[in-house]
């Protein structure tokens, strides 16, 4: 990875596409793209729109990580089983299954989704059951 990448953004519908582009340029993985995706648009469902967000990606020598930080250090992202019909409700899930990991770290200014996965994109063999508090 070339170095770190930071966006402060404002939750909204039009910042998805636009993080998902810059992460596509500078790490060209479809798989931490759709992660972004998830993380902001699950701040924007169950935060709201105009909320402030910082994402970060980080890359180590096998692993990269991304972290969505807002300003809510209650609102803790729980993932849940949606029925066929449902429209939403997947995400967690998706995260969970891209993901080689994933948790929430609280903090008293807010809190953190994060989750991380092989550097080469994709899930590795992980245990069960991932996700929870760091």
Known sequence: MNGDLTLRLLASPRAIPLARHLV??????HELELCVSELLTNALTHLGEGTPVTLR????????????TDPDPHAIPVPRRASAGEESGRGLTLL??????WGVTRSAGGKTVWCEMASGGGPTAKPWPRGGEA
């Open 57 to 68: 990606v980080t890359g180590r020598a096998a692993r990269t990580r991304v972290e969505l």
């Open 96 to 101: 969970d299954g891209l993901a080689e990991r």
């Open 24 to 29: 596509r340029e500078h790490l060209g993985s």
